[in-house]
């Protein structure tokens, strides 16, 4: 505990780094930061004891130096929108909010990387340089909103991952403030670099390692063409094996997303997108490329489909139907207001393959639970998000759908899958960690973890299991860490 005495002075070392306009303390302008996107039944909700608002990276080492100084915990913060429970101060302590560093520093076209601030949005980067022909290609849903730190912290995906990557495949250099307060750089714009990859254990990361000031970021080339086909489909299972033989054809799409009936009737009542209503399910296929190879590619794709008996498919012949039909999938969530009060969110992974048998199971999930669930996903790498719908007032709701959340992910992770596909472990995933790493596993993790940071004040409570928290290493190191009668630190 910081007495009244101990956080006065801890005000006035932040004040005299920032100046006292940029450090919050007070109940009701802490209470913007007490949590983030995330449901408050996953990560629940603490109040930071400071935020801070710095404006260089200078001025981050120098509050981190602060904070190290008192003990207490630092928990890097940029808008808000993660939905783990990443940027949630479990612990108190000082919010490094990083809303102020939203600077382009530099664009090299000639190397194709731009070097930005964490707090830079991102799709404000892709708006900036679209001119010259670039684009930054991660493109959560929340792009609009996001900053490019939280993409880093999370290694964030969205719909054009299927073709271009996640986060750390655009990802080249970082420069980070370290848990020992010394602002560095790793990585850098050589394709190839010698050592440790320090870059690619950042990326993902989460804040547990250090806090990103700068990112070197890869830009892709703007295509020659793109094309935007959307296909309904009678069935979920019919549309899934659209997306199967789509990518078995040899053909790799930009984006391949797929939306239930049950979401079509949320986006068609708000923004009147052109998905057909009568739809068991719709894909929305962005193909992009050489204009000759691009027109091929409509031609198999609107084949197959017709294949798995797609009821009509449909090309969008303006860029601003291609806008429209964007606008229903990135602002779907958000429509779903219409039909509950209360979403919560699941982010899980499956092979293509068994796409089907994991939609089956949510709709089993959907009967025995007697709750709604809604379907928008990235149908083309499996990355499943189904949205359990539910009042949180309602006695028993939210317990039933953490209980169906539990059960989605255990059915997934049998089926060859993985824990998250891009929103990040934060506070909700942690626990599961256990159901896909050994003990020996989550012991090295931790004992990476310590090499950055042996005090343990970065972003606590996050990422590891709750038995396998960081403090309890020593433990972990006599009793899980010997392999062949060595120690592996």
């Not at 960690?433 to 042996?454: H, I």
Request: charged share 20%.
């Amino acid at each position: 505990m910081i007495t009244a005495e101990e956080r006065a002075e801890l005000i006035r070392a932040l004040a005299g780094v920032v100046g006292d306009a940029h450090v919050v303390s007070d109940p009701a302008g802490l209470s913007v930061y007490q949590y983030d996107a995330s449901d408050e039944a996953i990560a629940g909700i603490h109040q930071p004891l400071v935020a801070v608002l710095p404006a260089t990276a200078e001025e981050v080492r120098d509050v981190t130096r602060v904070a190290v100084a008192c003990g207490l915990p630092i928990v890097a913060r940029g808008a808000g929108t993660g939905l783990a429970g990443g940027a949630i101060a479990s612990r108190g302590g000082v919010m490094i909010v990083m809303t102020r560093m939203t600077d382009i520093i530099e664009v090299n076209e000639t190397d194709r990387y731009a070097i930005v601030e964490p707090g830079l949005i991102n799709l404000d980067l892709s708006i900036s340089i679209a001119d010259r022909g670039y684009f930054f290609a991660p493109d959560p849903a929340s792009q609009r909103a996001c900053s490019i730190g939280g993409n880093v912290a999370n290694n964030s995906g969205g719909p054009h991952c299927l073709k271009y990557g996640v986060t750390s495949n655009h990802i080249l250099g970082l420069e980070v403030v370290l848990p020992d307060g010394s602002l560095t750089w790793v990585g850098g714009p050589s394709a190839e670099t010698s050592g440790y990859d320090l870059t690619g254990a950042l990326v993902g990361s989460e804040g547990t390692l250090g806090v990103i000031t700068k990112a070197m970021v890869r830009l892709t080339r703007t295509p020659e063409t793109v094309s935007v086909l959307l296909a309904s489909f009678p069935s979920m299972e019919s549309a899934s094996r659209a997306v199967t033989a789509i990518i078995a054809d040899g053909i790799l799409p930009a984006s391949l997303e797929m939306m239930d009936a049950l979401t079509i009737t949320a986006v068609e009542a708000a923004f009147s997108c052109g998905y057909p209503l009568d739809a068991a399910a719709v894909l929305l296929i962005e193909l992009d490329g050489l204009t000759e190879t691009v027109a091929e590619h409509r031609d198999a794709v609107a084949r197959l489909c017709s294949q798995h008996d797609a009821q009509q498919v449909r090309v969008a012949t303006t860029k601003a139907e291609q806008d429209l039909l964007w606008l229903g999938r990135k602002a779907a969530f958000g429509t779903l207001g219409r039909l509950a009060p209360n979403y919560y969110l699941q982010d899980t992974v499956v092979p293509r393959t068994k796409l089907p048998a994991a939609l089956d199971f949510i709709g089993y999930l959907s009967r025995n639970f007697d709750i709604q669930i809604a379907n928008v996903f990235h149908a083309g790498d499996g990355n499943l998000h189904p949205l359990m719908l539910f009042d949180r007032y309602r006695p028993g709701q939210i317990q039933r759908v953490l209980e169906a959340g539990d059960a989605l992910l255990t059915h997934c992770i049998d089926a060859g899958g993985s824990v998250s596909g891009e929103h990040g472990i934060g506070m909700e995933k942690k626990d599961a960690l256990s159901l896909v790493f050994t003990t020996n596993d989550l012991a090295a993790m931790a004992g990476l973890k310590r090499s950055f940071d042996p005090r343990e004040l970065f972003n606590p409570d996050k990422v590891f299991p709750t038995a396998f928290s960081c403090g309890e290493l020593t433990n972990l190191k006599q009793q899980a860490l010997e392999v062949d009668g060595m120690y592996v630190v």
